[in-house]
Protein backbone atom coordinates (compact mmCIF):
# COMPACT_ATOMS: atom_id res chain seq x y z
CA UNK A 1 0.00 0.00 0.00
CA UNK A 2 1.32 3.45 -0.68
CA UNK A 3 -0.03 7.20 -1.12
CA UNK A 4 0.19 9.11 -4.29
CA UNK A 5 0.87 12.63 -3.88
CA UNK A 6 -0.23 15.04 -6.61
CA UNK A 7 2.78 17.46 -6.10
CA UNK A 8 6.23 16.24 -4.94
CA UNK A 9 10.02 17.04 -5.49
CA UNK A 10 11.95 13.77 -6.09
CA UNK A 11 8.96 11.55 -6.57
CA UNK A 12 5.64 10.68 -6.82
CA UNK A 13 5.12 7.93 -4.15
CA UNK A 14 5.44 7.21 -0.22
CA UNK A 15 5.29 3.63 1.05
CA UNK A 16 3.02 3.55 3.79
CA UNK A 17 5.83 1.89 5.95
CA UNK A 18 7.41 5.54 5.32
CA UNK A 19 4.31 7.67 6.68
CA UNK A 20 4.74 8.80 10.18
CA UNK A 21 1.73 10.40 10.84
CA UNK A 22 -1.58 12.06 9.22
CA UNK A 23 -2.06 16.02 9.92
CA UNK A 24 -5.05 17.98 8.93
CA UNK A 25 -2.69 19.79 5.65
CA UNK A 26 0.27 17.44 5.50
CA UNK A 27 1.46 13.84 5.32
CA UNK A 28 5.04 13.28 7.65
CA UNK A 29 7.26 10.84 6.54
CA UNK A 30 10.18 8.98 8.41
CA UNK A 31 12.98 10.49 6.09
CA UNK A 32 13.98 12.45 2.70
CA UNK A 33 14.14 8.83 0.91
CA UNK A 34 10.76 7.92 2.36
CA UNK A 35 9.41 9.89 -1.32
CA UNK A 36 9.79 8.16 -4.49
CA UNK A 37 8.90 6.53 -7.76
CA UNK A 38 6.09 3.56 -8.00
CA UNK A 39 7.27 -0.30 -8.74
CA UNK A 40 5.60 -1.77 -10.96
CA UNK A 41 2.79 -3.14 -9.25
CA UNK A 42 2.00 0.29 -7.86
CA UNK A 43 2.75 2.24 -10.83
CA UNK A 44 -0.14 0.12 -12.64
CA UNK A 45 -2.40 1.75 -10.02
CA UNK A 46 -2.13 5.39 -10.39
CA UNK A 47 -3.14 6.49 -13.39
CA UNK A 48 -6.86 8.39 -13.45
CA UNK A 49 -8.55 5.09 -14.29
CA UNK A 50 -8.02 4.05 -10.54
CA UNK A 51 -8.77 8.09 -9.02
CA UNK A 52 -11.92 7.63 -6.70
CA UNK A 53 -12.29 11.47 -5.93
CA UNK A 54 -14.49 13.00 -8.49
CA UNK A 55 -16.05 10.38 -10.05
CA UNK A 56 -19.37 9.38 -10.38
CA UNK A 57 -20.61 7.04 -7.54
CA UNK A 58 -23.10 4.27 -8.59
CA UNK A 59 -24.59 1.38 -6.80
CA UNK A 60 -24.21 -2.19 -7.82
CA UNK A 61 -27.98 -1.90 -9.17
CA UNK A 62 -26.97 1.41 -11.15
CA UNK A 63 -28.54 4.23 -9.25
CA UNK A 64 -26.51 7.42 -9.29
CA UNK A 65 -25.08 8.90 -5.65
CA UNK A 66 -23.64 11.72 -6.96
CA UNK A 67 -19.86 12.55 -7.02
CA UNK A 68 -17.33 11.07 -4.70
CA UNK A 69 -16.52 14.47 -2.68
CA UNK A 70 -13.51 12.91 -0.49
CA UNK A 71 -12.29 9.55 0.97
CA UNK A 72 -11.70 8.92 4.97
CA UNK A 73 -9.40 6.32 5.44
CA UNK A 74 -7.88 4.40 8.88
CA UNK A 75 -4.47 6.44 9.32
CA UNK A 76 -3.28 3.07 10.69
CA UNK A 77 -3.97 0.72 8.19
CA UNK A 78 -5.23 2.22 5.25
CA UNK A 79 -8.29 0.68 5.48
CA UNK A 80 -10.99 3.15 3.81
CA UNK A 81 -13.58 3.93 6.26
CA UNK A 82 -16.02 6.00 4.23
CA UNK A 83 -16.57 7.29 0.78
CA UNK A 84 -18.30 10.91 1.15
CA UNK A 85 -20.41 11.63 -1.58
CA UNK A 86 -22.54 14.53 -2.56
CA UNK A 87 -25.94 12.26 -1.98
CA UNK A 88 -24.23 11.13 1.25
CA UNK A 89 -21.59 8.55 2.58
CA UNK A 90 -20.86 5.05 1.98
CA UNK A 91 -18.98 2.94 4.51
CA UNK A 92 -15.62 2.15 3.30
CA UNK A 93 -16.61 -2.04 2.93
CA UNK A 94 -19.20 -1.23 0.72
CA UNK A 95 -16.69 -0.43 -2.01
CA UNK A 96 -17.37 -2.37 -4.92
CA UNK A 97 -14.75 -1.33 -7.56
CA UNK A 98 -13.44 1.60 -9.35
CA UNK A 99 -13.54 2.36 -13.23
CA UNK A 100 -13.18 4.01 -16.16
CA UNK A 101 -15.63 6.75 -15.10
CA UNK A 102 -17.49 5.60 -11.96
CA UNK A 103 -16.93 4.10 -8.12
CA UNK A 104 -19.65 1.43 -7.74
CA UNK A 105 -20.76 0.43 -3.98
CA UNK A 106 -23.18 -1.58 -3.02
CA UNK A 107 -25.09 0.65 -0.61
CA UNK A 108 -26.95 -1.40 1.55
Not at 16 to 26: E, K, L, P, Q, R
Not at 70 to 92: K, M, Q, R, T
Request: charged residues 20%; negative net charge; hydrophobic residues 45%.
Amino acid sequence: MAVRLKKAGPGTIVPWASIGTFGDDAVIVRGPDAVGEPDAAIASLTGKDHEVVGKRMLTAAGNELGTVADVDFDPGSGAIVALLGEAGDVAGIGLVGVGSYAVVVDAR
